[in-house]
Each structure stands twice: as C-alpha cells, then as structure tokens.
C-alpha cells in the first residue's frame, strides 16, 4: 500500500493503551459496565498512535463512514466537542458503537498501525468522545427546511433510529413506530447492563427523538396499524427496522419443559424487565444452580455471564470448536476471566424433566469438524455412540433469532425469504412495495448493531432521494 | 388479556379479570380517571369469524366475557348460535342476561350444579340430538380440554383461545410455546386461537403452572405491604 505516513513522528507504541475493566472476581457478582472506559491522559495517548493517513483504510470498514481519523485528530488537540461533531454527523448513536461494534473485523482490521502492532483503539475513542459529550451536554445539530413529507419508521432499534435521525435532519417529518414500552431495541431488551449501560442508551435514543422525531411507543406495526394502512393515512414513505426478534428453537424433544428459556425471554426478563430485582420488580425469572447455555455467539456469551451474575454455574455447549465460536473475542476472554467453563463439539439431543415438568437434565452427542460448510466453518458432525448425560436445572437457547413474521403476514405485495422469513430489499433497501423500504436485521437476518444501522442509513438516502424526486 | 367488548366511536375497549394475582388486583383497585404506564394491542390473529352454520359457543369462567363478544359476531355472520355459560357455581355466573338476547339458545352449567346442568356431560347429549358445523371455547385449559373431548367424536372443528404466559405478546420471547399437531407454535403470533383437537393440552397446563411460586410471593408481598391501601382487599 502507498500510504504517505506523515515522518516526523515518533517511534508508534506497538501496543495499544489497554482498556481499564473491572476485575473479574469483582464485576461477575454485579451487573455495573466491564469496561470502564479511557480517561483524557489514555485517551490522547491512543489517539496518538494513529498515523492520520492520507487515504484511511480504517474508514472503508465502517459501515457508516466515520471519519475516523479526523476525529481521532481532534482528541489529539483536545477539540473534543469538534471530535463528537464529526463523529455525529454520521453516527447518532456513537456511545453504543463505542461499546458493542465489533471493531476488531471492520475499521480496526483495515488500520495501517496493525500492520506493525496492535491496531488503534478506534472503537475505545468513539466512546471517550460520546461520554465526553454525555458529562458536557449535547449539541443540536442544524436541521433542513421542513420539506412537509411524512415518513414512517418501524422499529426503535438500531436500524430505526439511525434513518429516523438522517431523515428528520433532512426535515422530513418522522414518526417512529416501537412496541414495546422502551425505545431502544436490542440495546435495551437484548444486551446486558454490564456491557451497555440502559442509561447510555436512554441517552442517545433521547437525542434522536429530541431532534423532533415523533416516538409512538407500544404500537406494534403490522397488527395495530398495518403498513398499507399508514400509506394511507398520509405517510409517505415507510422504513421497516423490525429486528430479528423471533427466537429459534432446536427441535429437539423435551424442549418444552419448565427451566428451558429462550435466550430472547432470558434477556428481555433480565434487561427489560430487571427480574434480577425481582420481587422489587414485577418480573421473575427461575434460575437454577447449574445452567446450560446453547451457542456460540454474543448472544450467548450474554446469557452465559446474566446467569453467572445471578450466582449460578455456567457451563456453554458449543457444537463447534473454540476457534468457530462466532461471538467477539473481547467477550469470550471477558466470560472466561469470569469463570466460564465451555463444553465444545457437543449438541443436546433431548432434555428430560422431573415430575412436575421441569428440566433436570440433557442428552447429548459428541460432534468432530467436517469440511467447511456454507458459512465457511466446519461443519460438525455427530459422532456415533458417543451419547452423555449432563445433569442441568436450566437451560438457555442461544441458537440464533429469526424476523419476527407479523409484517411480512400482514402486508400484501411484500416479498420475503420464505425460508428465512427476511424482507427482501435492494442495495437500497428498497422493498417490493413502493415506497416501502426495510433495513437491519430484518432484511438481513440477524447481524451486528452496526450493520443495522448502516443499512438504515443507507435507506434514509434512498428515502429522501425517493421523496424529492416524487412528482 | 382477551379484550370482551369495545367501542370504536368512544375509543373503548373492555376487558374482565379475576383477581388473583398482584397485577389483577392492582388493576381491580383503579378508579375512573387512572392511568397505566402502557397498553399495547390487540395483539394476536383476528378470530375467524365467517358463517358457518350452526355454531356452538361456549364461554367458561371470566372467559364468559369474550366469548360473548364471538358470540355477538358469530350471529352477526349469519350464524345459528348455541351459547353454553360454565362457571363453578352460581356465584361466579355473570352476564347471563346478555347471552340470552345474543344467542339463539342458552345452556347454563356448573361444576357444583348450584345453576343449570352439573357439568358439561349434557354437551353429549345435546350433540347427539343436534348437529353443530363449528365449535369455539373459551375458558379456562381444563374446560376447553373437555369440550375438547366431547366434541371430537361428533367431528365438529373446535377452535380454542389460549392465554399461556407471555413476557411480550409480540413473537419475542418464545413462553408462549404451545403444541399444535406435534409442531411447536406461538400463542402470541401463532395465535391465541387454536384447534382445539390438535392441542396438546397436557402441556399447557404445565408451562401456565411454571411461575406460581413467585405468582404466589408477588401477591402475597403486595397485600402484606397494604395492597391498594383502599381497605378493599382487608374485607
């Protein structure tokens, strides 16, 4: 590559500034943040390994194109409300991705510094200048002339939320359809305190509606109203963000018994409904002393470290091997500093129950890796007789979630995966309904935070475009 | 909560609740005016409602309340509709006055027999006297089982309304897991109503059981900290 590095500086510190944390004794009996976050001395200090090259490699893997080292530039100079500008302008929730963006296989792979090292902390500096912004008040970003199109946006998830913002500062009127009683999405019912604070999300979804969106909550589109129903009662265009929020199940026999959770009722009783205060809170939640969680990625690891922090032993059944488990690296070191004790190349074939129906242990199978499958892992195989009994209270599937199918059902004339249940859309997002478009998990299948929210901003601009050039 | 009745010009809806738990009772303990942090819905598929001939309903328990709403829009179908109102004795019947002006004939039974038939055995006998195109039931698990049961030999489609444990209600968290013929479905999205014969019942008394404890322990709190302090719950 033909970077033309900037020569006067200094020798680049090979590693980069580590992250404060809890300790793991410490953090696993408490449900406060891992990660504590850089103060202003580590924070100018990893800023300053970035080379500030001509031409980023680390901005072509961000899903929506943060002028990473412009920011990181201004951390530098102690700019920090020109630093959070720059970010916002293209990323309205930069807290969250400072916190759950996997950074490690988008902008931080590309980052020339991890040529000769660690790469730079981008994601860690992301979140320094959002929680700056957070303690010293945040700025109103200037908004476009009314342009008197109303919009519909399905979702206050992360895919929501991101056009949601793009369009209002448009000066597209927006309303934002949610149905639950939080706005928020996964951030608020699916990833734990420990890793996303709730009030942080608060934070930023708050700024989002501040900018004038119309946040309608507990409205679940496709049931109370549907989409065809909201283009005619005026709105103009509809942006679908309904997630991925339909658990998947393994089929297996006994998989109905007391004990056995979703990893989606899990999370939702423990982050949304705060059952961990139960009966302070309304909510309960039944866990045993020995709980399995089924999976491998973040998902599970989230389950995994809940249980832990409401005092059971965790043990995480994986089919595959480590090297496969999907979930980020930062998080399966963070659960294993924590204690987690992982049975890999194993599958549960059946789940037995006491006498009043609940789970009291599994049977299981022993896998070995095949030749790569269609996802480019090794596909495990059953390995003949080598069935085992694992005694168990509770178990937590953590196998992957599926669109919810409400909309898809309910709207006539929009196509949809019929086997994975996802809407299909263009590059655009653009569905088969005219303007009609869908983004983020439910276009995709389940993804990251920031997928979602690239594709919602994505769509916003097909919106917009789609809404000006009408007539 | 089956929503019982409503009214689109007013903006209503209704709903009938039993007392039981924290939550029922908080609610039983509102005043006109109150306000609840959040209501969502209707949630669930629409009931299918179409003319189907001689239909019967039965309604059981506080389910009595919705299923008088099916009945009304059964009737409105076109349908000659048969009401049956079970409960457990005479105290607990209500709205027996409504289900009469709704339905062609009213059956009124209880499990004690203090009103009406003692049971629901005389269902077999009505059914063999009188043919019946299409069954719906709402009540309590136990009662649509045995509806359930009655009417299967006679081949009438029998459609049961579920209320299994939800954390949502929306396709979210999965507690809501039923058997149908063998396959697993959702009372959320799948549902509420089912066929009745292809309903593992067994099951489903089981997962309504799996938070009584705690069930048991919120209500027991909540009176112990003075209830709704309106002295009500005290008598």
Known sequence: MAETKPKPKPKIKKEAVAMPKQKPKERVKNFNEVALGYDEVQAIEEANRCLQCVKPQCVTGCPVEVPIPEFIKCIREKRYDEGIAIIKAKNALPAVCGRVCPQEEQCQVTCVVGRIGEPVSIGRLERYLADWEREHGFQKPEKAKPTGKKIAIVGAGPAGLTAAADLVKLGHEVTLFEALHLPGGVLIYGIPEFRLPKAIVRNE??????LGVDLR????????????????????AVFIGSGAGLPMFLGVPGENLGGIYSANEFLIRVNLMKAYNFPDYDTPLRLGKHVVVIGGGNVAMDCARSSMRLGAEVCLLYR?????LPARHEEIENAEEEGLVCKFLAAPLRFNGDEKGWVKSMECRAME?????????????????????????????????????????????LEANPKRGTIIVDENGKTSLDGVYAGGDVATGAATVISAMGMGKKAAKAIHEYLMNKK | MTICDYDANKGTVSFAFHEVGKTTKGLGC?????????????????????????????GGSIMIAPALLQLKAMKEAGNHVTAVLGCRSKDCIFMEQEAKALSDKLYVASDDGSIGYKGLDFLKDLLTTEKFDHCVVLGPVVMMREVCEITKPYGIPTIVTVTPIMVDGMGMCGVCRVTVGGEMKFG?????????????????????????????LSSMLWEMHGGCNCGRNKA
């Open chain 1, 320 to 324: 595959r091997s480590r090297e496969e």
């Open chain 2, 188 to 216: 959320c999205i799948d549902g509420p109503e089912f066929d009745g014969h292809q309903l593992d019942f067994e099951e489903l008394v089981q997962r309504q059981r799996l938070m009584l404890p705690e069930e048991r």
């Open chain 2, 30 to 58: 509102l005043n006109v005016g109150d306000t609840l942090m959040n209501v969502t819905g209707p949630l669930g598929n629409p009931s299918e409602v179409k003319k189907f001939g001689k239909v019967l309903c039965v």
């Open chain 1, 205 to 210: 979804v708050n700024y989002i509606v501040n």
């Open chain 1, 369 to 413: 890796l095949g030749p790569p499958d269609a996802s480019g892992r090794r596909r495990p195989i059953p390995i003949k007789g080598s069935e085992f009994t694992m005694e168990t209270d509770t178990v937590i599937i953590a196998i992957g979630q599926t669109p919810n199918p409400i909309i898809q059902r309910t709207t006539e004339g």
């Open chain 1, 217 to 236: 909550l507990g409205n679940q589109v496709g049931r109370i109203h549907t989409i065809p129903e909201l283009m005619k009662s005026g709105y103009e």
